[in-house]
């Protein structure tokens, strides 16, 4: 072998042995790491990894009819400083220091959690400490139009890989007609939460949308997020309400509970032809004397007293039973049923020996009167009788879009003695929204229509899903008995001798108006007392009182129904509700007019 050849062997070797040693120093750093710094560089590889978290969606709005926002959801925006980024480190913070003074002014007079000296105070020690994440609303957010005047600021500008200034947007659910309708349109659980009250509750999956994801990386010693699947948006709720009406319902409603002092009130506008909630109130008296809407008292059930009297004169009228002429005789006396030894005893508030027709005996609203005429055409036969109250649909449970809404309790009665006291509104318990959609079917010449809140449900301003108007019953009634019960209701409130809503004795007007004509009936409840467990009772001190009518009375376009629980001092249910839901019928005819409703769409015919 020659002495090339030997050499050129040689510088192979070696650089075999060099390629081997630097294999083996290779293995063996992979077994030291795999071994003895394993834990270590699983820590590290934890925190590199990437991290998802939720994108919100923006929750959909309610709409009144006229698409007016009743609830909508605002951006607001929490602001953080990075000011670990690359341009505020380089050159000893030259860029942070040349901004710091109009940052930390504007920051000040903007958001104002600190003054303009403790935010340079705060913005500088982030920056030694090489902070990633300074908080500057000092856990306040922001709305839009902050964050558009801070964005004027000269560092701020520069964007966010310069100035280190970002936002994470939140959503902020808002009333913009403030607690209009609140309880009925309900809250949500926090912010982007759930549904907790009112239609919020009901159409919580319709309105929540579908969350998307984005992934937080650690880039290059920064955090950058990374949107992995976009948020899908809530679909946006349209109501049958008109925030005009409504706020003309709310303030008539709540001039007279506070007046009167009451426990609670509540109020229902219904559109005669659809069953359209035009407007909703209930408020609650506070501890301070203010009235604000704490439950919704209008599904809930309660006695209907004398409203009940329209039913029972329904149901007799419908079975053949009485005419509005038939005769009953009435005392001051109370009268016992079957007798006095093991009867229930009836009284009326007007005290007066005569006899009343079937119409007066409504338009003076007597127990007695009623109590008679029921026994005397059921005694013997409460199947009858619950069947006839089932046939006119009083006791139908419809679907409400309010949650908490409670079927009438209308049970068969045990016996004629509960007979005689469910004729006039005992022993039942029905709700307001339940009453005003049985008036309603009266005002509609007998065609039951379902209380309704919802029209729509909208997504991109287009409707994905409709909800017509939908009818209950075709006809609760005859028609005959619907003429028959509909002068029997105009005397209520224009019969000046008898009428329990007609005038008082100074001739106040209570129902009665000069600019729209209403029928409909008043009622009186002593409230339930559940304290005592042992025995429920009704407690003889406070009592309930209701009007519900409807207007114009010749071509009805709305019916309407006011009940005030516990007034204090002198009450009258015509004086009070009735005189609440006439002034009501003038704004609102004022303001609607008379409409028809042709092939589903509203056409004004007289204003």
């Given at each position: 072998m020659s002495t090339d050849q030997r050499n050129t062997v040689w510088r192979f070797a070696i650089i075999f042995i060099a390629i081997f040693l630097g294999f083996a120093a290779v293995v063996g750093r992979i077994i030291y790491v795999q071994t003895v710094e394993r834990d270590q560089w699983l820590s590290v590889a934890v925190h590199q990894d990437p991290v998802y978290q939720p994108i919100p969606p923006t929750?959909?709005?309610i709409l009144d009819c006229n698409g007016h926002l009743l609830a909508s959801s605002m951006p607001r925006y929490m602001m953080y400083m990075d000011t670990n980024v690359p341009a505020l480190q380089q050159n000893e913070g030259k860029l942070l220091y040349a901004h710091i003074d109009s940052l930390a002014y504007d920051l000040a007079k903007v958001v104002g959690s600190f003054s303009q000296a403790e935010y340079k105070k705060r913005i500088l020690a982030a920056y030694k400490n090489k902070e990633s994440r300074l908080d500057l609303n000092n856990k306040r957010s922001i709305n839009y139009l902050q964050r558009q005047a801070l964005e004027k600021n000269s560092l701020i500008k520069k964007g966010r890989?310069?100035?280190?200034?970002?936002?994470?947007?939140?959503?902020?659910?808002?009333?913009?007609?403030?607690?209009?309708a609140r309880r009925t349109i309900g809250q949500i659980y926090g912010d982007g939460g759930s549904g907790n009250a009112g239609l919020e509750k009901r159409f919580d999956k319709e309105l929540r949308g579908i969350e998307g994801a984005m992934r937080i990386e650690r880039i290059g010693g920064r955090k950058e997020s990374i949107t992995v699947q976009e948020a899908q948006d809530g679909m946006d709720i349209v109501t049958t309400i008109d925030a005009n009406l409504q706020d003309i319902v709310e303030k008539a409603l709540i001039e007279k509970v506070?007046?009167?002092?009451?426990r609670w009130g509540c109020c229902i506008l219904m559109e005669t032809q659809t069953g359209y909630i035009r407007a909703i109130a209930n408020v609650d008296r506070n501890a301070d004397g203010t009235y604000s809407e704490q439950l919704n008292h209008a599904v809930m059930r309660v006695d209907p007293g004398s409203t009940f009297k329209t039913v029972s004169l329904v149901a007799m009228l419908n079975d053949g039973?009485?005419?509005?002429?038939d005769t009953v005789s009435v005392t001051r006396e109370s009268w016992w049923y079957p007798n006095k030894k093991k009867g229930v005893s009836h009284t009326d508030s007007h005290k007066k020996d005569t006899i009343l027709t079937a119409r007066s005996a409504l338009a003076v609203s007597s127990n007695i009167a009623f109590a008679k005429l029921v026994t005397r055409n059921y005694e013997g036969s409460a199947t009858k009788f619950i069947q006839s109250l089932q046939r006119i649909g009083i006791r139908d449970s419809v679907y409400c879009e309010i949650p908490g809404y409670e079927k009438p309790r209308i049970n068969h009665p045990k016996d004629t003695v509960t007979i005689s006291k469910m004729a006039y509104g005992y022993s039942v318990e029905v709700s307001p929204i339940t009453l005003a959609m049985f008036y309603n079917a009266i005002a509609n010449n007998g065609r039951m229509m379902r209380p309704m809140l919802v029209t729509a449900i909208r997504k991109n301003g287009r409707d994905i899903q409709t909800f017509k108007p939908e009818v209950v019953h075709r006809s609760i009634c005859s028609a005959k008995t619907i003429?028959?019960?509909?002068?029997?209701?105009?005397?209520?409130?224009?019969?000046?001798?008898?009428g329990t809503a007609s005038v008082d004795p100074w001739k106040?007007?209570?129902a009665q108006s000069k600019l729209v004509s209403i029928a409909g009936k008043t009622g009186t409840a002593q409230i339930m007392d559940r304290s005592r467990r042992s025995k429920v009772d009704y407690d003889k001190s406070t009592h309930r009182i209701t009007f519900v009518g409807y207007f114009p009375e010749d071509n009805p376009q709305y019916t309407c129904i006011c009940m005030i629980e516990a007034p204090r001092g002198a009450y009258d249910a015509g004086m009070d509700c009735g005189s609440t839901v006439r002034k009501i019928a003038e704004k609102v005819m004022a303001y609607t007019g008379c409409y028809v409703y042709e092939d589903g769409e509203r056409i004004l015919v007289k204003r």
């Open positions: 929750r959909g709005n890989y310069k100035s280190g200034i970002f936002y994470e947007e939140r959503h902020e659910r808002i009333n913009p007609y403030g607690n209009l506070s007046a009167k002092e009451a039973l009485v005419t509005l002429d003429q028959a019960i509909r002068l029997a209701l105009h005397d209520v409130v224009w019969d000046n001798h008898l106040n007007p209570k």
